[in-house]
T-cell receptor, first 114, second 112 residues
Framework: GAVVSQHPSRVICKSGTSVKIECRSL??????MFWYRQFPKQSLMLMAT?????????EQGVEKDKFLINHASLTLSTLTVTSAHPEDSSFYIC??????????FGPGTRLLVL | AQSVTQLGSHVSVSEGALVLLRCNYS??????LFWYVQYPNQGLQLLLK??????LVKGINGFEAEFKKSETSFHLTKPSAHMSDAAEYFC??????????FGSGTKLNVKP
């Protein structure tokens, strides 16, 4: 299967700052990537679908101006959490679409906003 | 619409005992179903998946799951638990536009 990396693996930032998380496909060209958020002791919740060369599609209740997604190439999607607040602290996981029957998940990024 | 329900947020078994993790789904299209395992602070690893064909699906590490359409279930089993199986397990269904919908997860504890 495809190998997906995320950078950074964990980040701590001050409230009000912006944080960028990168999701890279190392060996697979991904026209579509997904971003999930996982709060402690909870399941993964789909935030948005990232399409290469076009605007991301956000799930209901996810603020697109707060969670900026850029999918500029077939191997890179970025999620920027703008003006982060403590309630944005979470585990962010990306995945890339390998078809309806497959998604390849990254290792996740732990964000802590102080 | 698609959704997944996992009964039991925590399951505890003894080493060597049967593991049974329950998953029920709802899907407006023929479902593709998945089980993933997550170790602390890590991403998801695919255990097994059902797409079409044989309803009993075998995965890695001795896990298997059976798709039962009449019961809308996809329970995960392993005949004999190992200490290394302790982790959190997520059932997921794939719907339209390749979106995955996850259950709330079941944390498996294996007692020596």
């Amino acid at each position: 299967g495809a190998v997906v990396s995320q950078h950074p693996s964990r980040v701590i930032c001050k409230s009000g700052t912006s944080v960028k998380i990168e999701c890279r496909s190392l060996d697979f060209q991904a026209t579509t990537m997904f971003w999930y958020r996982q709060f402690p002791k909870q399941s993964l919740m789909l935030m948005a679908t990232s399409n290469e060369g076009s605007k991301a599609t956000y799930e209901q209740g996810v603020e697109k101006d707060k969670f900026l997604i850029n999918h500029a190439s077939l191997t890179l999607s970025t999620l920027t959490v703008t003006s982060a607040h403590p309630e944005d602290s979470s585990f962010y996981i990306c995945s890339l679409k390998g078809g309806r029957e497959t998604q390849y998940f990254g290792p996740g990024t732990r964000l802590l906003v102080l | 619409a698609q959704s997944v329900t996992q009964l039991g947020s925590h399951v505890s078994v003894s080493e060597g005992a049967l593991v049974l993790l329950r998953c029920n789904y709802s899907s407006s299209v023929p479902p593709y179903l998945f089980w993933y395992v997550q170790y602390p602070n890590q991403g998801l690893q695919l255990l097994l998946k059902y797409t079409t064909g044989a309803t009993l699906v075998k995965g890695i590490n001795g896990f298997e799951a059976e798709f039962k359409k009449s019961e809308t279930s996809f329970h995960l089993t392993k005949p004999s638990a190992h200490m290394s199986d302790a982790a959190e397990y997520f059932c997921a269904v794939s719907g339209s536009f390749n979106k995955f919908y996850f259950g709330s997860g079941t944390k498996l504890n294996v007692k020596p």
